[in-house]
């Protein structure tokens, strides 16, 4: 199964072709991802006409490079995948477009993919893991923790009540005057500072949920900076450090927390897996590594560039979707939102018997 995939949800304009054997991992044939940070970076953050624009202006040479590395035609493809939602309604739009539009051409099937199950089924792709396990998602848009039961089959076990974390970092940055996108920026300016310095709350910790709340903690932060201000550049590194480290403690709470919840409902997990651009933070991903350990489970983190939005996780979850029968309309429109929890998959299969209604019985909607 080889597959197409086309991400236009947010500031990266990316298309891969990945290839999806019966069992195992994946192969990537190629991965191009344009990011339009340049272009967002004189405004502090990503302003969505300015992505709509440069997603029209990228996406067909992105393609062409994508189509061209993996040494593919169209019509030797599969299917077409490309994410149609949640995200920025002009980029979703620009991608799935697209996509019909070569699915129609060269006569492949479509899979309108949701984004976040992308990111979900990314381990699959990697490290060819098996069912269920339970997922950690912290992105610039989402922070959740999820139990992947199956394509289609998500079952959220917890999520934040305001902030994203990728949002608290960028926001963290960009009150310290650090330039966007802020999580690598303090990530880098958090090496050399005190991470005990500042005494910042630790929100929801010990709550019996896995639910996460951030805006207290930036609000937090935001207090220190002032009081001290001006900040110098040992200062910076020091309120990154603590804000960083404040935030490993609540995601390692969090996710001992939604683990549990995890074992209860569904048995040991396969796995603890980590998607979103968040994963990338290296004290995050040794907190994981840790909680995992804790709990007798594997860790399981793609490679950075899989983490961040990319074409090939569109592709695998299309390849996924397609292996099980399924493929979406010509007419499927975009979802600016669109709950992991709303995905469909394929129909369950069930021993129980079919009720066909009495002779006249009336009908029902
Ligand atoms: O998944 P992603 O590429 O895009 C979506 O939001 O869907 O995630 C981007 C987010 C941004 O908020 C960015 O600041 C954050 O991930 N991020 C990081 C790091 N790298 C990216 N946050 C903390 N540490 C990092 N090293
Ligand atoms: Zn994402």
């Excluded at 909680?291 to 560039?305: H, I, K, R, S």
Aim: aromatic share 4%; with cysteine.
């Amino acid at each position: 199964m080889v597959v197409l995939g086309i991400e236009t949800t947010c500031d990266e304009t990316a298309a891969a072709v990945v290839e999806r054997p019966d069992l195992g991992r994946g192969k990537i044939l190629s991965n191009i991802v344009l990011s339009q940070i340049s272009e967002h970076a004189a405004f502090g953050g990503g302003v969505p006409e300015i992505a709509a624009r440069a997603h029209v202006e990228a996406l067909d040479l992105i393609i062409a490079r994508a189509m061209a590395e993996a040494g593919r035609s169209f019509k030797s493809l599969d299917g077409i995948a490309a994410a149609a939602g949640p995200g920025l309604i002009g980029g979703l739009i620009v991608g799935l477009t697209t996509a019909k539009a070569i699915a129609m051409v060269a006569e492949r099937p479509l899979v309108a993919v949701n984004h976040l199950e992308a990111h979900a089924l990314t381990a699959r792709l990697t490290d060819g893991i098996l069912f269920p396990y339970c997922l950690f998602l912290a992105s610039g848009g989402h922070t959740q923790i999820v139990a992947v039961r199956g394509v289609g089959d998500y079952v959220r076990l917890g999520t934040t009540v305001d902030d994203a974390i990728g949002e608290a970092f960028d926001k963290t940055a960009k009150l310290l005057g650090l330039t966007y996108p802020g999580g690598p920026q303090v990530e880098r300016e958090a090496l050399d500072g005190n991470p005990a310095r500042f005494a910042l709350p630790r929100p929801m910790l010990g709550k019996q949920n896995a639910d996460f709340s951030l805006s207290g903690l930036k609000t937090a932060l935001r207090l220190e900076a002032e009081k001290i201000a001006p900040v110098s550049a040992q200062d910076v590194r020091d309120l990154c450090a603590s804000f960083q480290q404040a935030v490993v403690d609540v995601v390692a709470d969090r996710l001992r927390s939604g683990l549990e919840m995890f074992r209860a409902r569904f048995g040991v997990p396969t796995a603890l897996v980590a998607a979103g651009g968040v994963a990338a933070n290296e004290a995050i991903r040794k907190v994981l590594q840790r909680v995992a350990f804790e709990v007798g489970t594997a860790l399981v983190v793609p490679p950075a560039e899989l983490c961040t939005d990319n074409g090939a996780m569109i592709a695998w979850a299309g390849a996924e979707r397609l292996a099980l029968g399924l493929r979406d309309p010509l007419d499927t429109a975009p979802l600016a939102r669109w709950p992991l929890a709303d995905v469909r998959g394929p129909p369950a299969e069930t021993d129980e018997p079919v009720l066909v209604p009495a002779l006249g019985a009336s009908k029902q909607a």
